[in-house]
T-cell receptor
C-alpha cells in the first residue's frame, strides 16, 4: 500500500463549487504539505502543517483553506473554485529530519483538478 | 524571499552526461535538494547537499557551493528512463518558515 494517498485522483468541477481534496499518510510523519503544480512553474506551496495544531500559509494560499484532522490526515479545500485553480495538486509529508537539516519530502500520487 | 533558477530543458543522447545547474537566493539556508519527476508521476527525492562538495549516488551526483549559492545535478551514463523533470529545492531557516522552495524544474529528454 502507498504511504501517502490522495483522493480523488481526478476531479472535474464547475466554477463556484466547493471542493475538498484529501490526503492520508501512514509514514507517521508530523509534517504535511499541499503543493500546486502548473506547467513550467514547478511546485508552489499552498499550505503546510508541522503538527496537528500548526497550520501555516504558503506562497499561494489565497482561495484555499486546509484542515489537519489528525496527524495522518490533511485536507485542502477550494471554497469557491475558479478556472485558474485548474492544476495538479500534490500532498507531501516529511519527518523532522536528522542529517544537517535535511527535510526529505514524500509525495502522494497527485490530484488532477479541472475547473470549468 | 527565496528564488531558484534552473534551465527549463536539456536534450542529450543515451550514454551522455548532463549537468543541471541551480542558483538560488534565500534568506536562510540549510541545504539543497534534488527531486525527479516522471511525466504523470509524483516527485521523488534524489539527493541532498548541506555542505560544499560532491555527493555521489550511483550514476547521479550532486554538488554544492554555498559561497556561490550554486549547485548542480550530474546525470552520467544517461538512460532512456532518465527522461524526466528535475527540480532543485532549498530549505530556508526558521525565520522564513523552515520550508522547502522548489525551482521551476528542468525537463531532460534522452534520445536514442
Amino acid at each position: 500500500d502507498a504511504d501517502v494517498t490522495q483522493t480523488p485522483r481526478n476531479r472535474i468541477t464547475k466554477t463556484g463549487k466547493r471542493i475538498m481534496l484529501e490526503c492520508s499518510q501512514t509514514k507517521g510523519h508530523d509534517r504535511m504539505y499541499w503543493y500546486r503544480q502548473d506547467p513550467g512553474l514547478g511546485l508552489r506551496l499552498i499550505y503546510y502543517s508541522f503538527d496537528v495544531k500548526d497550520i501555516n500559509k504558503g506562497e499561494i494560499s489565497d482561495g484555499y483553506s486546509v484542515s489537519r484532522q489528525a496527524q495522518a490526515k490533511f485536507s485542502l479545500s477550494l471554497e469557491s473554485a475558479i478556472p485558474n485553480q485548474t492544476a495538479l495538486y500534490f500532498c507531501a509529508t516529511s519527518d523532522r529530519g536528522s542529517r544537517q537539516g535535511q527535510d526529505t519530502q514524500y509525495f502522494g500520487p497527485g490530484t488532477r483538478l479541472t475547473v470549468l | 524571499g527565496q528564488s531558484l533558477e534552473q534551465p527549463s530543458e536539456v536534450t542529450a543522447v543515451e550514454g551522455a552526461i548532463v549537468q543541471i545547474n541551480c542558483t538560488y537566493q534565500t534568506s536562510g539556508f540549510y541545504g539543497l535538494s534534488w527531486y525527479q519527476q516522471h511525466d504523470g508521476g509524483a516527485p521523488t527525492f534524489l539527493s541532498y547537499n548541506a555542505l560544499d562538495g560532491l555527493e555521489e549516488t550511483g550514476r547521479f551526483s550532486s554538488f554544492l557551493s554555498r559561497s556561490d549559492s550554486y549547485g548542480y545535478l550530474l546525470l552520467q551514463e544517461l538512460q532512456m528512463k532518465d527522461s524526466a523533470s528535475y527540480f532543485c529545492a532549498v530549505r530556508d531557516g526558521k525565520a522564513a518558515g523552515n520550508k522547502l522552495t522548489f525551482g521551476g524544474g528542468t525537463r531532460v529528454l534522452v534520445k536514442p
